[in-house]
T-cell receptor, first 113, second 112 residues
């Protein structure tokens, strides 16, 4: 069984500040990890994914995440956020069927001017 | 045009009514999924299908049924809707050997 915990339900930040959205996972087998973003009234868009290899993964819109196997974490970071980054972010894990995902509860990122 | 299309986008229905949510895709993917999103709970898998003849229950299938009419179409039915099925529903697709899922725009369902 797999589970994903997003440690913060809401994260408010000011524009141009750095941000970290935290995600921990639990799995008895090797997992693949994903971050999705959901803008208001839209579907989910893939930000980045970790399948194997380098533990630092770079995604779209300047986001990156680091896979830490010992801490079972996959935190999402951005060094300088913009107003347009305001959205809900979901961490997810999956196995060999990449569409069969277990999602975290979501983190609402609000960027203030 | 969206690759994964859900209809309707919004629906209000009454308790006890039967309702069908539809999903179609032009990506040529063999695998399709239905998820439900509730505030504070993230997305949870309802049903998934790896091909037309393969249907599987997900984490929260009670009260739902599905039909895979063709490789490109996957419908979700609520036989007798109840208020706690009020949620945002997402269809997704993936392909065997691919490395990510692609989501539709969602259907917001309200059961009154």
């Amino acid at each position: 069984a797999q589970s994903v915990t997003q440690l913060d339900s809401q994260v408010p930040v000011f524009e141009e500040a750095p941000v970290e959205l935290r995600c921990n996972y639990s799995s008895s087998v090797s997992v693949y990890l994903f971050w999705y973003v959901q803008y208001p009234n839209q579907g989910l868009q893939l930000l980045l994914k970790y399948l194997s290899g380098s533990t630092l993964v770079k995604g779209i819109n300047g986001f990156e995440a680091e896979f830490n196997k010992s801490q079972t974490s996959f935190h999402l970071r951005k060094p300088s956020v913009h107003i347009s980054d305001t959205a809900e972010y979901f961490c997810a894990c999956g196995g060999t069927s990449y569409g069969k995902l277990t999602f975290g509860q979501g983190t609402i990122l609000t960027v203030h001017p | 045009d969206a690759d994964v299309t859900q209809t309707p986008r919004n629906r209000i229905t009454k308790t006890g009514k039967r309702i069908m949510l539809e999903c179609s895709q032009t990506k040529g993917h063999d695998r399709m999924y239905w998820y439900r999103q509730d505030p504070g709970l993230g997305l949870r898998l309802i049903y998934y299908s790896f091909d037309v003849k393969d249907i599987n229950k997900g984490e929260i299938s009670d009260g739902y049924s599905v039909s895979r009419q063709a490789q490109a179409k996957f419908s979700l039915s609520l036989e007798s809707a109840i208020p706690n099925q009020t949620a945002l529903y997402f269809c997704a697709t993936s392909v065997q050997g691919g490395t990510e899922a692609f989501f539709g725009q969602g259907t917001r369902l309200t059961v009154v």
